[in-house]
């Protein structure tokens, strides 16, 4: 009897000491626990992510970042609701007037292209872009001979030589909407408003003939005084009482002419929003304007603060 209560005492404390080292190392195996496979990255303090919905969620799930000891994540380009972003760059814009556009007014006439470039301020909110800009445009033409939309072309008369030092300052507002597509990509289309001031000199002069020539008069005294070849003396026209020679400045509104120093800037538009990264944005637009068909390019850094993690 003694034996077995001697095996019983021992087998008891086998168990007790089983039962301490497995207390004891409890706490150990929870510090050796591997690290999380994801690092959460703390929200805006005033964006829910319960109220972001099933996008932010699902956005956030599926980028699953590698361990970042200071929680960068510039690529991350998902922009919460009800949140505000800025975007500050600048822009390019080509207009296209068409040969056949202006042949409605004149005949002649050539394909005429003008350049615009500026600044802008992309304010950004729930897909809804504000974009205020100040931009420089220039509408220079070189030296182009148009005909008379209703004369006969035969005739010097009916011809004028035109060129063009105009450029102006516009201030604009662009309100587009964007339908996101793929991940940093999304579909943009809305409307162009604004006004803008023009200066600088529209030269038109009138011509003549020389052998198979179009001559611009420098003096109303050049070419032939009459017939088909003549263009250069006030008995050869009848619109206008002021000759058009030597570099003839059509006077606009603050000469009292009826050339306008101002102009509206309306135009529908649509294009492509690409953002590779938290802080910067391309957009590709093309439009339809006063000043012809419009394509533009504009690139604009990102204001946006990337999260830190908690310590």
Known sequence: MAGWCSVGVVAGCLVLLSYSDVANAAPQAEALKPLPSRIDTPTDANVDPAAAGPRARAADAAFVP???????????????????YY????????????AFVLNWFMRHAPTITSNTAGIELNIRRNGFNVVPALSFSEYGIHNVFIGDVSGDLNEARNWSRVHSTIKGVFAT????????VARHVDIEYGLGVGAG?????LNMDWVYRNGDTLTPCQTVEDGPAEGLDAGCRSLNHQATSKPHVGGYVVPDWMRRGSLPNAML???????????????????????????????????????EQIPKLEK
């Open 66 to 84: 590698e361990r970042d000891p200071i929680g960068e994540r510039p690529i991350d380009t998902y922009e919460y609701p009800n949140k505000t």
């Open 87 to 98: 975007f500050l760059g600048a822009r390019y814009r080509l207009s296209v007037m068409p």
């Open 173 to 180: 507002v662009d309100l587009l909407w964007s339908t996101p």
């Open 265 to 303: 800037w309306l135009t529908p538009q649509f294009g492509v929003r690409l953002k590779p990264i938290k802080h910067l944005e391309a957009h590709l637009t093309t439009g339809v304007s006063l000043t012809g068909i419009w394509v533009g390019l504009s690139v604009n850094y990102g204001f």
């Open 197 to 201: 001031f023009t200066f600088g000199n």
